[in-house]
């Protein structure tokens, strides 16, 4: 069973502001928003951990991770003016939920980043 913060959000265990759902994929708001708009889409029905431990039969799912981002920045407006995707691996990267995860980040003009801090 998937106990991370996420997979109970998927069975609305506990609240989330859901922006974005298909079959395989859930989106919604990050409650620790890095940018005017953060919205975080996971897989609905794998638990990968990391992006590292993502295996090549899961190429389509994580594909599908950066089309609904796509698709949601389209709906929202924000795509002729830009937006970020990013996934976090491990703890040193900022992965705090360990059920793979990708943030879209939008709404202003963003940094440059890369960075150690």
Same mark, same amino acid.
């Given at each position: 069973?998937?106990?991370?913060? %996420?997979?109970?959000?998927? /069975? @609305?265990?506990?609240?989330?502001?859901? =922006? &974005? #759902?298909?079959?395989?994929?859930?989106? %919604?708001?990050?409650?620790?928003?890095?940018?005017? =708009?953060?919205? *975080?889409?996971?897989?609905?029905?794998? !638990?990968?951990?990391?992006?590292?431990?993502?295996?090549?039969?899961?190429?389509?799912?994580?594909?599908?991770?950066? *089309?609904?981002?796509? #698709? &949601?920045? /389209? /709906?929202?407006?924000?795509?002729?003016?830009? &937006? @970020?995707? =990013?996934?976090?691996? /491990?703890?040193?990267?900022?992965?705090? =939920? %360990?059920?793979?995860?990708?943030?879209? !980040?939008?709404?202003?003009?963003?940094? @440059? %980043?890369? +960075?150690? +801090?």
């Amino acid at each position: 069973m998937n106990d991370t913060l %996420f997979g109970k959000i998927i /069975r @609305r265990e506990i609240p989330a502001t859901i =922006v &974005y #759902e298909d079959d395989e994929i859930l989106g %919604f708001k990050d409650i620790a928003p890095q940018a005017p =708009v953060h919205v *975080l889409f996971v897989p609905k029905h794998e !638990l990968i951990p990391t992006l590292d431990d993502a295996t090549p039969e899961q190429a389509a799912l994580i594909g599908k991770l950066a *089309l609904a981002a796509a #698709e &949601y920045a /389209r /709906r929202e407006g924000l795509a002729q003016d830009g &937006y @970020r995707v =990013v996934m976090n691996c /491990r703890e040193h990267a900022g992965q705090t =939920v %360990f059920h793979l995860h990708l943030h879209l !980040l939008a709404g202003a003009q963003l940094g @440059r %980043f890369g +960075s150690p +801090s």
